[in-house]
């Protein structure tokens, strides 16, 4: 008896379907759609795996980064005291 799973459809742009569909052949999936369940399966298991949720929402880091990057060209510029 096999396993039934329902399925969803995600939309990507046309660019990035054809780059997985010449990979693909290098690989053992049959087709994209199973190759890409496989990478985003591998990437959310390394995520749950490191415990570093901080992984997920990448908004955080950017922003902190920013503001560091402004801090120090503001104080190349003579606007912030060291």
């Known amino acids: 008896m096999t396993e039934s799973k329902t399925t969803e459809f995600v939309e990507m742009p046309s660019e990035v379907l054809e780059q997985l569909e010449k990979r693909v052949s290098q690989t053992e999936f049959d087709d994209a759609s199973e ?30 980064v920013d503001e560091k990057q402004v801090q120090e060209r503001l104080k190349s510029l003579g606007y912030l005291n060291e």
């Open 35 to 64: 190759y890409v369940t496989h990478l985003i399966e591998e990437v959310l298991y390394e995520i749950e795996q490191s415990g570093d949720e901080s992984k997920i929402d990448t908004d955080t880091d950017t922003e902190s």
